[in-house]
């Protein structure tokens, strides 16, 4: 008898073990709705606030293909405006980031860190697979405020870096238990300095899945610095490989 | 309690997102997103054209050590410019561009009589780029081909030799921007991990006589005259492991070889090292040849000073690492090793003999100006630093500047610029420089002392 309870024990709990994923899972889970499966291209237009009025602003072309080896993203940026940094490039390869200016013919390798716009850095540009690189560990099951001012009951993932060369050394991450759309990002250097938060938003239907085509970073330290990622034109791409490579940059063509 | 504990923590977390959020304006919140740019990256034909117009005051130095033969008129007080800058992108089908880049450059002396305006056009660029397969590249034409990693010495960068015209900054990256390049046939093939890359400049002009500087002569003088050919090769052999392999040949000396590698460290270091080497000679004797060969030396002219005139391997190589900060400040430094230089010992025969045969000065000097004209330092070390500090001060403004210094002598030359971008297609910048050291040290010896520069910069 008390096999036979011990046992339907053990198939009663069955289904919700199978259902109970990893908090890698859960980032994984949002890393496809944030990142489309295969190669696209989109606009991002990135403008920095200060004090609440428009400072500056840049817009770039993305190219993004998955590599097969590794599941991380490559990326190729391209400067729309300012118009005098129009035409040059950005590449992120593997986890190394280059930057070309046709003028000079040369390619520069840059470090992830580096500013390039407001609160927004070379990393925040390119798209990443953060379950490629970091380490999730649920920490927590948090009720926050979204980006739309809504409430959103959510993991809370602590994501410590596992690869040389990305962006943050840690990243906290409120991912909605739902639907697991990434609301939330808090982003910490090596140091554990806090660095910036993210805030993702509008959320629409982009390449098959609802996305978010915009996303609002404030500065880790001055609330008044807040800069604004937009995210359209998003296109599936056929993109060959070799635009991923360094030595492709002084040939590239754009669309 | 517990239960009350944990619904505390909950809307105590709840309260201080939508207070973050409350601190955005509601300008950004509210804000529709904006179009995309009217100019996208769908059109056939593109250009970027830019005026650079600065006046320039310069201090000069009685140079009493190894006077420079100079004429009263080079000493101006008073100079500037005003420069014309176009690049333009032309794609008539599919897989074809057609890539012309030209520079037009006046400049202006005003301190002495006669005054005088000099005009200078560099034909930087003009090359049809084919694309006939995946992969595979051909460019036919005049090539501005850059090779390197570092930031201010490229040893393996072997078309820099006498590719610019203009020198209105010191700056080795604003010096890139403004060099030629070299009429080349190029083929590449790129692939994912690797690639190889094979082009031939050939001669076209005779490579005896002086270079003529006429305003339009495209100056195929000094990219042109003598046959060189470029293998180059790169693998992945890791994550970040990419290391580039050159060959290098020119009319039949010995050939140079080269390698390039990066590998970053964390999310904010960044380091490289460039190495070329092979048989070649070394500053000295490359001075005395291209005196002799342009007709500048008297047949008769032998080396002014002691040094080892064979053809032995010697190493030229760049050791590099640049850290990124948060408050947006790059730090980037260098150490610079040119075995074709002048070693401690022979910079002091330099000055001795300079003081001792004032009729070799000029000879002296003609030295210095030709491995300038080489793009290779003149020193067997040098160590170079750089800092771009972006929105520093204040907004819209970046500070950048470098320092090159002889560790030998402590000698410095040391540049710094402020840059106010005043609207996306307006830059004004103000520039310093100053040459550091005694008379008898590398950059203390050099005639200008001290220049600075206001400058604007339009777009269009």
């Known amino acids: 008898m008390r096999k036979i309870l011990l046992f339907c024990l053990l198939i009663w709990s069955l289904p919700a073990w199978a259902a109970e994923r990893t908090a890698q899972e859960i980032l994984a889970a949002s890393d496809d709705i944030r990142n489309p499966d295969k190669p696209f291209s989109l606009t991002t237009t990135l403008t920095e606030y200060r004090n609440g009025k428009p400072a500056d602003r840049m817009v770039l072309k993305v190219y993004s293909k998955n590599e ?20 040059k490039l950005m590449l992120k390869q593997g986890n190394t980031l280059w930057f070309y200016d046709p003028a000079s013919k040369a390619g520069v390798r840059l470090s992830p860190q580096q500013r390039l716009l407001g609160q927004a850095s070379n990393g925040d540009v ?35 870096a596992s690869a040389e060369d990305v962006t943050y050394a840690r990243i906290e991450l409120w991912i909605d238990k739902t639907n697991d759309r990434p609301i939330k990002g808090k982003f910490y250097s090596d140091s554990g300095r806090m660095l910036k938060t993210a805030f993702y938003r509008r959320w629409e239907e982009q390449l098959g899945r609802i996305r978010p085509t915009e996303t609002i970073i404030l500065d880790g330290v001055d609330p008044n610095l807040v800069t604004r990622m937009q995210f359209s034109d998003y296109g599936w791409r056929d993109i060959p490989d070799s635009w991923f490579q360094r030595d492709y940059l002084p040939h590239f063509q754009g669309d | 309690m517990k239960r009350a504990l944990a619904w505390a923590a909950l809307l105590w977390t709840s309260a201080a997102s939508a207070q973050q959020l409350d601190q955005i304006p509601d300008m950004v919140m509210e804000d ?93 660029e003009g090359y049809v780029g084919l694309a006939p397969a995946d992969g595979w590249f051909v460019d036919l034409g005049r090539v501005n081909d850059k090779e390197g990693v570092a930031t201010g010495y490229n040893p393996t960068d072997f078309f820099k030799r006498q590719a610019v015209l203009v020198r209105q900054n010191a700056d080795p990256a604003a010096l890139r921007d403004t060099r030629l390049g070299a009429i080349m046939a190029r083929g590449q093939k ?83 090292a460039e190495w070329s080497g092979g048989r070649r000679p070394d500053v ?19 080396a002014p000073l002691a040094h080892d005139s064979s053809q032995g391997f010697r190493n ?36 001795a003999k300079g003081q001792a045969v004032p009729q070799l000065d000029a000879i002296l000097w003609q030295m210095r100006q030709n491995a300038q004209d080489q793009g290779e330092p003149i020193s067997r070390t040098q160590l170079f630093a750089r800092a771009d500090w972006t929105d520093f001060p204040v907004k819209d ?21 402020q840059d106010y971008y005043l609207n996306p297609v307006t830059t004004l910048g103000l520039r310093a420089s100053a ?26």
């Open chain 1, 68 to 87: 097969l080896k590794g599941g991380q993203f490559r990326t190729l940026i391209r400067f729309l405006e300012p118009e005098r940094d129009r035409d």
């Open chain 2, 32 to 124: 529709k997103p904006e179009a995309p740019p009217a100019r996208g990256g769908d059109q056939t034909f593109s250009a970027k054209a830019f005026l650079d117009v600065a006046p320039q005051a310069t201090l000069w130095r009685d140079v009493k050590a190894v006077p420079v033969p100079l004429s009263s008129y080079d000493r101006s007080r008073w100079s500037g410019w005003s420069s014309g800058d176009l690049r333009a992108e032309w794609r008539p089908m599919d897989k074809v561009r057609i890539i012309v880049s030209d520079r037009l450059d006046q400049t202006y002396q005003d301190d002495s009589t006669p005054s005088t305006h000099q005009m200078r056009n560099s034909w930087r």
């Open chain 2, 316 to 351: 030229q190589a760049t050791i590099g690492s640049s850290l990124s900060f948060e408050n947006k400040l790059t730090l980037t430094l260098e150490g610079h090793y040119n075995q074709l230089g002048l070693s401690p010992a022979q910079w002091r025969a330099w000055f």
């Open chain 1, 126 to 160: 390119v798209t990443v697979n953060l379950n490629r690189d970091y380490t999730a560990a649920l920490s927590g099951e948090e009720t926050i405020t979204d980006g739309d001012h809504q409430s959103r009951d959510c993991f809370r993932l602590d994501l410590t």
């Open chain 2, 190 to 272: 790129v692939w994912d991990g690797g690639s190889v890359t094979a082009l031939v400049s050939p001669a076209l002009t005779s490579d005896k006589g002086a270079l003529d500087d006429s305003v339009f002569n495209p100056g195929l003088d000094r990219t042109n005259r003598t046959t060189r050919s470029l293998l180059k090769g790169s693998l992945r052999l890791a994550e970040d492991v990419i290391p580039e392999v050159l060959l290098f040949d020119e009319d039949g000396k010995p050939p140079l070889f080269g390698v390039n590698l990066t590998r970053g460290f964390g999310d904010r270091v960044v380091t490289w």
């Open chain 2, 397 to 417: 403004m970046e500070l950048s500047g470098f320092t090159v210094i002889a560790p030998s002598d402590g000698s410095a030359y040391v540049q710094l610029e």
């Open chain 2, 435 to 460: 040459s550091l050291g005694n008379q008898t040290s590398e950059w203390g010896s050099i005639p200008s002392s001290f220049s600075a520069l206001a400058r604007v910069v339009r777009y269009f």
């Open chain 2, 284 to 302: 000295i004797s490359t001075a005395l040849t291209d005196g002799l060969r342009t007709g500048l030396f008297p047949a008769n002219t032998s």
